[in-house]
T-cell receptor
């Protein structure tokens, strides 16, 4: 248990569906992140939020839409995804320049 | 953009043998972190190095940060089956929250 909780753990969605991934932390961290991990690829940083403000958008397609309503919650809204978007989506949180705590991830399959 | 490469990509060792993974960044790093991801798991923080030439040890693990702060290494002495997993380095190029993960080295230990 890392203190970072992601739901759901597994998700199968069609290319026309809309779904959301949720991440929650109560560690008092001010930064939250979304990473994508595909098979045989390194962890790809998608979005960074610092004190609820988005500070990084790593050229992520608009079919991925993040939302950070407060420092403890982070969402990733998904719509019209492609099969190549199937991956493990990891949320993490941290204080500035310190270790990141990762959630268990959401295994996403787009069919 | 910033790139962080790791070699080797895969390493199979006999239990009891030593193991080393190398991390190289295209840009100077302010600090570097190391994570371990067990099969089916999420990345777990191991250590952070900040100073040029810094060396830190954790039991059988030795971490080193290069003098130029562009490379790092992780050495495991006398590997055990519990060391199995993928080891990632993650570098921060500036005083931001943006950590770029390396490509990872997947370690298998044969009993």
């Amino acid at each position: 248990e890392t203190g970072v909780t992601q739901t759901p753990r597994h998700l199968v969605m069609g290319m026309t569906n809309k779904k959301s991934l949720k991440c929650e932390q109560h560690l008092g961290h001010n930064a939250m992140y979304w990473y994508k991990q595909s098979a045989k690829k390194p962890l790809e940083l998608m979005f960074v939020y610092n004190f609820k403000e988005q500070t990084e958008n790593n050229s992520v397609p608009s079919r991925f839409s993040p939302e950070c309503p407060n420092s403890s919650h982070l969402f990733l809204h998904l719509h019209t995804l492609q099969p190549e978007d199937s991956a493990l989506y990891l949320c993490a949180s941290s204080r500035m320049n310190t270790e990141a705590f990762f959630g268990q991830g959401t295994r996403l399959t787009v069919v | 953009g910033q790139q962080v490469m790791q070699i080797p990509q895969y390493q199979h060792v006999q239990e009891g043998e030593d193991f080393t993974t190398y991390c190289n960044s295209s840009t100077t790093l302010s600090n570097i972190q190391w994570y371990k991801q067990r099969p089916g798991g999420h990345p777990v923080f191991l250590i952070q190095l900040v100073k040029s030439g810094e060396v830190k040890k954790q039991k059988r693990l030795t971490f080193q940060f290069g003098e130029a702060k562009k490379n790092s290494s992780l050495h495991i002495t006398a590997t055990q089956t519990t060391d199995v997993g993928t080891y990632f380095c993650a570098g921060e190029a500036s005083g931001t929250y943006k950590y770029i993960f390396g490509t990872g080295t997947r370690l298998k230990v044969l009993a």
